[in-house]
């Protein structure tokens, strides 16, 4: 059986580690002289040993073919091994750590500063609180007052037709009057029912037409004086 080959025209890299090396991360020989001249570059030289370090530190397991028999190669990440010998420089440390030291300080003086401005912008969220449920009352009570006006309206309308129809026929009367709550009176409530209750004594011989007649002269009366 034969060896599979990456050999294309004299490159002997599979396309993974063609694109990986664009990104700045090849196999360690390569690697190594890399990271050593970027740290020389940043003013610190650095030896063999001291890259590869950095640069098996900071691995992240990636490898890829390479060769004409498709032999497995890790490749390394020059930037990680760059950042990790340079947070690892005592002067690095001390930047950072400096650095860290102004950032908890500017972290203090805020907090301080919010503990002043907290009472006031407790009053402020209290103040808009109460603005907006002065609002809403306002609102509510507006459309109290709508509904009260058009009630107030429904019923005039209601009583105007009862009284229009309190001298004509018991019929009209009594479709006129068909929803007796609407008229606001619980004296025209109550005779209207009189009414249904003598209508039924009447029919069954218990009243008589006497009886029957001032029930509805009592009905049309409080139907006038609506």
């Known amino acids: 059986m034969g060896h599979a080959t990456y050999y294309r025209h004299g490159d002997g890299r599979s396309l993974n580690a063609?694109?990986?090396?664009?990104?700045?991360?090849?196999?360690?020989?390569?690697?190594?002289?890399?990271?050593?001249a970027e740290m020389a570059a940043r003013g610190r030289k650095i030896t063999v040993a001291q890259a590869r370090e950095a640069l098996r530190a900071t691995?992240?397991?990636?490898?890829?073919?390479?060769?004409?028999?498709?032999?497995?190669?890790?490749y390394y990440e020059v930037a990680e091994a760059v950042r990790h010998l340079r947070l690892a420089d005592p002067r690095t440390a001390a930047r950072y750590a400096?650095?860290?030291?102004?950032?908890?300080?500017?972290?203090?003086?805020?907090?301080?500063?919010?503990?002043?401005?907290?009472?006031?912008?407790?009053?402020?969220k209290i103040l808009r609180?109460?603005?907006?449920?002065?609002?809403?009352?306002?609102?509510?009570?507006?459309?109290?007052?709508?509904?009260?006006?058009m009630?107030?309206?429904?019923?005039?309308?209601?009583?105007a037709r009862v009284r229009a129809a309190a001298d004509g026929g018991l019929?009209?009367?009594?479709?006129?009057?068909?929803y007796p709550g609407r008229a606001g009176s619980d004296e025209f409530?109550?005779?209207?029912?009189?009414?249904?209750?003598?209508?039924a004594a009447r029919d069954s011989g218990r009243l008589s037409r006497d009886g029957y007649q001032a029930v509805i002269d009592r009905l049309r009366a409080v139907a006038?004086?609506?």
């Open 18 to 36: 063609r694109d990986a090396e664009a990104n700045d991360r090849m196999p360690l020989t390569r690697a190594t002289a890399a990271v050593r």
């Open 59 to 74: 691995w992240g397991g990636e490898w890829h073919h390479v060769g004409k028999y498709a032999a497995e190669c890790a």
């Open 98 to 124: 400096t650095l860290a030291s102004r950032h908890a300080e500017r972290a203090a003086s805020d907090r301080a500063l919010r503990a002043v401005r907290t009472p006031r912008e407790a009053r402020l």
């Open 129 to 149: 609180l109460a603005v907006a449920i002065l609002r809403a009352d306002r609102a509510n009570a507006s459309q109290r007052a709508q509904r009260a006006a």
């Open 151 to 159: 009630l107030a309206a429904n019923r005039a309308t209601y009583r």
């Open 171 to 178: 019929d009209g009367l009594l479709t006129a009057s068909r």
């Open 189 to 199: 409530l109550a005779v209207r029912a009189e009414f249904f209750l003598a209508k």
């Open 224 to 226: 006038r004086a609506l």
